[in-house]
């Protein structure tokens, strides 16, 4: 049996959904590994790796046409995970270039905006930030300040955004402000007047991730950069419904990776006389690992079959990306504290891993978020 795969996923996978997880798995094996722990320690996002992903064709790998390879929700699924393993800053990376910028432009773009955008993202030559969350609150976006008004043909764009993915070093910013007809979503290119994206320094997890404040100041904005097809809270909703789709198979690619280094170790540490993998304790330690990982794979596999067959539902997502960050942040923990003071060693996978999944449990909606989006489909009856 393969312990990182108990129950066979891989058995139940199209030859052609095999092949794009082994083309992904070997660049994070010959690319990534290689040089993210110190980009994690250096607090550097490898911009370099972007071409790698892009002749791949994975960033918007899920879109049809526009140079875009059209794979099912499946591949995007093992495309996540298989980034993950490596670190959740490279997931980070697609996730917002493919699911939340591309997909976007796709779903509710014209088509001058398509064909202006998304062949160029495709190839990684524009890179994307998606400006939904505010200083004041992000679990709660309907009550977003960011207002944009109309000037003649023109919209006026103030405000301000926090904990903004790639904001640093994207050309385009997907940025959803408040109007008078509700919330709209805007095409905002680096350089416009007034408009300014400062990286955040000083965090503890996703180092090896650009996160960015953003910030309007009369920004002008032409018409012919408004996305024309959406107005109200949807729009970035339903964008956030395919990033949570990702995250919610990403995760099982960290807390793998933690439970390879941890089963390997512990097998060779030998404490009182034996291993430390001959423990009872650690052995249920370890199958509690598996049982974790396992039950999130299945739950992504059909996650990703019913998105395939068009019957995915929010609700479906938010409990798969809650349940499935949850188990991987308790995977890296544990996996960390089952590696003694070497758990806290950057020569160690899981205390990277841990530290990035704090920061994918809270974005793309908390815990709290999912599970009252869940006890509202349970009730009929809405607590936020
Ligand atoms: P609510 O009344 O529920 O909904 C308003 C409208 O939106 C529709 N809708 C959805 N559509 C698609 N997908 C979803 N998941 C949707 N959820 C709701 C809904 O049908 C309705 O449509 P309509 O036509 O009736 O107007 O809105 P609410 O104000 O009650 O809010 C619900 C709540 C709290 C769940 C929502 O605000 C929420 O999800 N909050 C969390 C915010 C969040 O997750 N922010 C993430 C920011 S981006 C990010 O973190 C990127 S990290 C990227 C990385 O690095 O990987
Ligand atoms: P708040 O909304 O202030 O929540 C604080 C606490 O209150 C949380 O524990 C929450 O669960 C709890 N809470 C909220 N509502 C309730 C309630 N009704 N009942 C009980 N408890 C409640 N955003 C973007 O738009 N684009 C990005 O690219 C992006 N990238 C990010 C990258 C990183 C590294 C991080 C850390 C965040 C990123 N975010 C991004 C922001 C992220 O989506 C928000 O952090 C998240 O939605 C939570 O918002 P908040 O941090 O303002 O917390």
Known sequence: MNPLDLFDVAGALSEEERMVQDSVARLVDEKVLPIIQKCFEEHHFP???????ASLGLLGSSLKGYECPGLNAISYGLICQELERGDSGIRSFVSVQSSLCMYPIYAFGSEAQKQKYLPRMARG????????????????????????KRRGTDWVINGAKMWITNGAIADLAIVWAQTPEGIRGFLIEKGTPGFAAPEIERKFSLRASVTSALFFDNVVVPQENVLPDVVGLKGPLSCLTQARYGIAWGVIGAAQACLAQVLEYSKTRSLFGRPLAQNQATQIRLAEMARGITTAQLLALQLGRLKDQGTLQPTHVSLAKW????????VARDCRDLLGAAGISAEFVPIRHMLNLESVITYEGTQTIHQLTIGRALTGLNAF
């Open 47 to 53: 911009k370099e790796l972007v071409p790698e992903l």
């Open 125 to 148: 030559e524009v890179i994307g930030c998606f400006g939904l969350t505010e200083p004041h609150g992000g679990s709660d976006p309907a009550n977003m300040k960011t207002h944009a």
């Open 323 to 330: 349940n499935n960050c949850r188990m991987a942040l308790e």
